[in-house]
């Protein structure tokens, strides 16, 4: 049996797709036979952010729909080979799955892989029950900014109807220069805010950029975000992983030494 | 430069932090804008029959106020600002 994650955040544009690339590729990379499964119906990203938007011939409705086998709609990454993608349907809407057909289509995943891990849509309508549905527990994905934290906490006040064993906490893009200087909620404010438990903290960084424009997800790579990404995974697994705050320069020296680095 | 304006971009971790607590005891308590503006209303005819206030400059929010000195239990509080032009009780004098 596998345990069934899904990826929220309420609002839109906090790093949830991002999230769920990174902690699908550290999964399989700590030996995990993971698939992620893009619940986005209308506005595929996933496959984008892993790379492997070339290689999409069936997706989720196509499966739901029983156009296509489970087998043929899933892709094997080009890096892991223990790692799978489920994408979405471009051009089909949120009305074309039900929380029903959602929980079938993740049954039929059960036996094959160690985790499953679904990337949910922004806002609290049918995208977001349908990823819901047949979660087991709760990634919820915030920024230290304002309006994201009003729409965890919306989330995480939804997220209690539902039959989950646990909700964590992501604190991402966070500045540690711009917390020490007052400007920024710290990861503490947060957590005091929300109420609920921490699983990892990711800092603002270039090279999610960087790995976004090349659609290779970072987790496990020599920088602060890919670190942050494979503590996250072990934490999953169930390792104590001390939570650590890197400090990500965004001074000029350090920019010159990271255009040398790459140079 | 306007020295308030520095000051406050100093502190803005802090003022976001404020702004959160409060917005979400709105949310939760569910008490809606309209239902404040309504309240506004009638405390302003209330209060002015024996005060001479400024209903213009009126402040109505619900916020956390932690009753007890341990601040583990902030009770969502109704907290009003009202500010008085004159402190002459009308009919006393």
């Known amino acids: 049996m596998s345990e069934v994650i899904v990826v929220t955040s309420g609002k839109g544009g906090v790093g949830k797709t991002t999230t769920s690339a990174n902690i699908g590729t550290g999964l399989a990379m700590l030996g995990k036979r993971t698939v992620m499964i893009d619940t986005d119906i209308g506005l595929r990203n996933l496959d984008v952010v892993m790379g492997l938007e070339n290689r999409i011939v069936y997706n989720l409705v196509d499966v739901v729909e029983g156009n296509c086998r489970m087998k043929q709609a899933l892709i094997r990454d080009k890096r892991y080979p223990n790692l799978y993608l489920l994408p979405s349907a471009q051009t089909r809407d949120k009305t074309s799955v039900n929380p029903g057909q959602m929980i079938k289509l993740i049954e039929e995943l059960q036996n094959d892989f160690d985790y499953i891990l679904l990337d949910c849509p922004a806002g609290i309508e049918q995208g977001f029950k349908n990823a819901v549905a047949g979660a087991d527990r709760a990634l919820v994905v915030t920024t230290p900014e304002v309006s994201a934290i009003r729409d965890a906490d919306r989330i995480i006040g939804l997220l209690e109807q539902y039959d989950l064993s646990s909700l964590h906490l992501i604190v991402n893009r966070v500045r540690q220069d711009m917390v020490r200087r007052g400007d920024m909620m710290s990861v503490d404010d947060v957590m005091d805010i929300l109420a609920a438990p921490l699983i990892g903290v990711i800092p603002d960084d270039e090279a999610i950029v960087i790995s976004t424009n090349q659609g290779e997800p970072l987790a496990g790579t020599n920088t602060p975000s890919g670190q942050a990404y494979l503590d996250i995974c072990r934490r999953l697994l169930g390792e104590d992983v001390p939570l650590s705050l890197p400090n990500v320069s965004y001074g000029l020296l350090s920019r010159l030494a990271g255009l040398l680095r790459r140079a | ?93």
């Open chain 2, 1 to 93: 430069m306007d020295r308030r304006i520095l000051i406050s971009r100093r502190r803005s971790g802090e003022i976001a932090r404020r702004r959160l607590k409060i917005l979400l005891t709105t949310d939760k308590t569910g008490v809606p804008p309209e239902t404040l503006e309504m309240l506004k209303r009638d405390l302003c005819s209330v209060v002015s029959r024996y005060m001479d206030i400024e209903p213009s400059r009126i402040e109505i929010c619900v916020r956390p106020v932690p009753h007890e000195p341990d601040d583990a239990a902030a009770l969502p509080s109704l907290c009003t600002v009202i500010p008085i032009k004159g402190t002459i009780v009308k009919g006393t004098f």
